[in-house]
């Protein structure tokens, strides 16, 4: 890898990454134009279907958006939002603390990735909502079920990520501070985890997804407050648009969050794009 | 003589005046089914203070296995390696590693990496940014001495590699096919560079190759070694035109006739005269 990414290094790198920059900046430019033209085709042929049906199974665009004005005014909208967000962020913060360093550890360790790694592999596998029914015994109805089935949902995610990462340094890496005599320690703190960084964010972001899943599959099943109560409660009242208001509110979180994680990678380890590739 | 028996011309070096002195060194590997393959046997030779020495030969030699042995990397599984009066077991900070593709960590700058060897050795911070800027000075990056290495080319993030060995002040500095990943113009730079930077810091400097133009070139003794099992053939004396230019060296009758000779050598046979010469 190294060895093809030097062949092909610019002599003159200065002008080489400004021309780089340039192109990219147009071309992302272009494509965002696209992507916009995109989400107004979509809108339009949504509404001009969503007016031919019953207004009880479907709601247009302009109706859902009504629905969220009002829902945001009368703060039934920031209150739900409110409901979910607090055991969304306490599960998906416990799923971080437990998920790294279990990661890492599994990886680091062969001892602890043949005593638990199987477990984390099966965690990941495995449909977590099988076990709602019995997280309600277990917790109630309330917060306490919420987190857990958040954190149930992301912590897998997170480990097998940053164990797959740990596994990914290169040897040649470990072997710079092997031969400029770091210690152990510093090896871990200014080698792997440094190198891992970049997997801990790639699991953080696939950790939304599933976190947004567990949220609200744990709503449905409770019923009680939250987003996901506001679509169960709208869908049962043949309030399509308020439901697709909740959907949508939904959506924007979770887009916003993975945003937001793809804006922290960028602040700790902006290194990596240009590694990857991923920046062109 | 030109050829002579291992370890033999520098035999009549007093030890004081040795630098590396391998004795004896075998090294056997076992393979997961118990075949033990012998990578190396018996292989003995010195390298005085301030010398050049390549170890080159075809794949499958051992020559690299040799480098990492005396780089401590690598355990031999019998004989010695003794660098600067003292028994290797281990790396350490008497020999300066720079390896095949820099092996730069992205996450730090140019000055950074270079600053990584200091920081095992627990340099105070003052004192280890002094030699970092000293050393990176030496290898003509002052200029980009706080980019990362992906704003780097490969050859000036081998000159960081370079920097990051020389760095620590080691007596020896061991080169694992350094300039094999570049391209041929910035190979025939970073020659004339090592070149000079023997000529200013007077290091001990040992590289592996399989590079003949290269070995003659910049080497003032080649030790070959030839498979199954590898072991040192012969060595050749190669310090000639010492002081000129590298083009000069380059073109001279005595280089065409010492890389025909090497030649021979690294395909196990003994030096035949040229038609038109004999074997100095």
């Given at each position: 890898?190294?060895?093809l990414?030097e062949?092909?290094?610019?002599?003159?790198?200065?002008?080489?990454?400004?021309?780089?920059?340039?192109?990219?900046?147009?071309?992302?430019?272009?494509?965002?134009?696209?992507?916009?033209?995109?989400?107004?085709v979509?809108?339009?042929i949504?509404?001009?279907?969503?007016?031919?049906?019953?207004?009880?199974?479907?709601?247009?665009?302009?109706?859902?958006?009504?629905?969220?004005?009002?829902?945001?005014?009368?703060?039934?909208?920031?209150?739900?939002?409110?409901?979910?967000?607090?055991p969304?962020?306490?599960?998906?913060?416990l799923?971080?603390?437990?998920?790294?360093?279990?990661?890492?550890?599994?990886?680091r360790?062969?001892?602890?990735?043949?005593?638990i790694?199987?477990l984390?592999?099966?965690?990941?596998?495995?449909?977590?909502?099988?076990?709602?029914?019995?997280?309600?015994?277990?917790?109630?109805?309330?917060?306490?079920?919420?987190?857990?089935?958040?954190?149930?949902?992301?912590?897998?995610?997170?480990?097998?990520n940053?164990?797959?990462?740990?596994?990914?340094?290169?040897?040649?890496?470990?072997?710079?501070?092997?031969?400029f005599?770091?210690?152990?320690?510093?090896?871990l703190?200014?080698?792997?985890?440094?190198?891992?960084?970049?997997?801990?964010?790639?699991?953080?972001?696939?950790?939304?997804?599933?976190?947004?899943?567990?949220?609200?599959?744990?709503?449905?099943?409770?019923?009680?407050?939250?987003?996901?109560?506001?679509?169960?409660?709208?869908?049962?009242?043949?309030?399509?648009?308020?439901?697709?208001?909740?959907?949508?509110?939904?959506?924007l979180?979770?887009?916003?969050?993975?945003g937001?994680?793809?804006?922290?990678e960028?602040?700790?380890?902006?290194?990596?794009?240009?590694?990857?590739?991923?920046?062109? | 003589?030109?050829?002579?028996a291992?370890?033999?011309?520098?035999?009549?070096?007093?030890?004081?005046?040795?630098?590396?002195?391998?004795?004896?060194?075998?090294k056997?590997?076992?393979?997961?089914?118990?075949?033990?393959?012998?990578?190396?046997?018996?292989?003995?030779?010195?390298?005085?203070?301030?010398?050049?020495?390549?170890?080159?030969?075809?794949?499958?030699?051992?020559?690299?296995?040799?480098?990492?042995?005396?780089?401590?990397?690598?355990?031999?599984?019998?004989?010695?390696?003794?660098?600067?009066?003292?028994?290797?077991?281990?790396?350490?900070?008497?020999?300066?590693?720079?390896?095949?593709?820099?092996?730069?960590?992205?996450?730090?700058?140019?000055?950074?990496?270079?600053?990584?060897?200091l920081?095992a050795?627990?340099?105070?911070?003052?004192?280890?940014?002094?030699?970092?800027e000293?050393?990176?000075?030496?290898?003509?990056?002052?200029?980009?001495?706080?980019?990362?290495?992906?704003?780097?080319?490969?050859?000036?993030?081998?000159?960081?590699?370079?920097?990051?060995?020389?760095?620590?002040?080691?007596?020896?500095?061991?080169?694992?096919?350094p300039?094999?990943?570049?391209?041929?113009?910035?190979?025939?730079?970073?020659?004339?560079?090592?070149?000079?930077?023997?000529?200013?810091?007077?290091?001990t400097?040992?590289?592996?190759s399989?590079?003949?133009?290269?070995?003659?070139?910049?080497?003032?003794?080649?030790?070959?070694?030839v498979?199954?099992?590898?072991?040192?053939?012969?060595?050749?004396?190669?310090?000639?035109?010492?002081?000129?230019?590298?083009?000069?060296?380059?073109?001279s009758?005595?280089?065409?006739?010492?890389?025909?000779?090497?030649?021979?050598?690294?395909?196990?046979?003994?030096?035949?005269?040229?038609?038109?010469?004999?074997?100095?």
């Amino acid at each position: 890898m190294t060895a093809l990414a030097e062949q092909t290094a610019p002599v003159a790198d200065d002008e080489t990454a400004l021309s780089r920059k340039i192109r990219t900046q147009r071309r992302s430019g272009r494509d965002r134009l696209v992507t916009a033209g995109g989400v107004v085709v979509l809108l339009i042929i949504w509404e001009v279907a969503a007016r031919q049906v019953n207004p009880i199974l479907a709601a247009p665009p302009s109706a859902v958006f009504t629905a969220l004005v009002g829902m945001i005014s009368d703060g039934s909208m920031p209150q739900a939002v409110w409901e979910s967000a607090q055991p969304f962020l306490v599960g998906y913060l416990l799923a971080i603390v437990v998920g790294i360093p279990v990661g890492l550890l599994v990886g680091r360790f062969r001892v602890v990735e043949a005593a638990i790694g199987w477990l984390v592999i099966a965690g990941y596998a495995m449909p977590m909502i099988a076990l709602t029914p019995v997280f309600m015994l277990w917790f109630g109805l309330g917060f306490a079920v919420k987190t857990a089935m958040v954190m149930t949902m992301t912590v897998f995610a997170i480990a097998i990520n940053t164990w797959n990462g740990v596994q990914n340094v290169p040897r040649t890496t470990i072997e710079v501070g092997t031969a400029f005599c770091a210690s152990q320690p510093r090896i871990l703190w200014q080698i792997v985890i440094p190198s891992v960084i970049p997997s801990i964010m790639t699991g953080l972001r696939i950790g939304i997804g599933k976190a947004v899943v567990g949220i609200v599959i744990a709503e449905f099943f409770t019923a009680l407050g939250g987003i996901g109560g506001v679509i169960v409660d709208a869908g049962h009242s043949f309030q399509p648009d308020r439901m697709f208001a909740a959907v949508v509110v939904l959506m924007l979180a979770a887009v916003a969050l993975t945003g937001l994680i793809g804006l922290v990678e960028r602040w700790i380890a902006p290194w990596n794009r240009s590694i990857t590739g991923s920046g062109r | 003589m030109t050829t002579t028996a291992p370890g033999h011309s520098a035999a009549d070096a007093r030890p004081a005046d040795l630098a590396v002195e391998v004795r004896q060194v075998s090294k056997v590997f076992g393979d997961d089914r118990g075949h033990r393959v012998q990578a190396l046997k018996d292989v003995s030779f010195q390298v005085r203070r301030s010398e050049i020495v390549a170890l080159t030969g075809r794949s499958g030699c051992g020559k690299t296995t040799l480098l990492r042995i005396i780089m401590g990397l690598e355990h031999p599984s019998s004989g010695t390696v003794v660098v600067d009066g003292d028994v290797v077991h281990g790396p350490g900070l008497n020999r300066g590693i720079v390896f095949q593709n820099a092996e730069l960590l992205p996450w730090r700058t140019a000055l950074g990496n270079v600053e990584f060897g200091l920081e095992a050795r627990g340099v105070p911070k003052e004192e280890r940014r002094a030699a970092a800027e000293g050393a990176i000075e030496l290898v003509g990056l002052g200029h980009a001495a706080h980019r990362r290495p992906h704003e780097l080319s490969g050859g000036m993030r081998q000159r960081v590699g370079i920097a990051r060995a020389l760095a620590i002040d080691p007596a020896v500095l061991l080169m694992d096919e350094p300039f094999s990943a570049l391209d041929a113009q910035t190979r025939e730079n970073m020659q004339g560079e090592l070149l000079e930077i023997h000529a200013r810091t007077g290091k001990t400097i040992i590289f592996v190759s399989h590079d003949i133009d290269e070995s003659v070139l910049l080497a003032d003794r080649v030790v070959t070694l030839v498979p199954d099992p590898g072991r040192v053939h012969a060595e050749l004396d190669t310090a000639f035109g010492r002081g000129g230019s590298l083009d000069d060296r380059r073109t001279s009758a005595e280089f065409a006739r010492r890389r025909h000779e090497l030649l021979q050598l690294v395909h196990g046979r003994q030096i035949q005269p040229q038609e038109d010469g004999k074997s100095a």
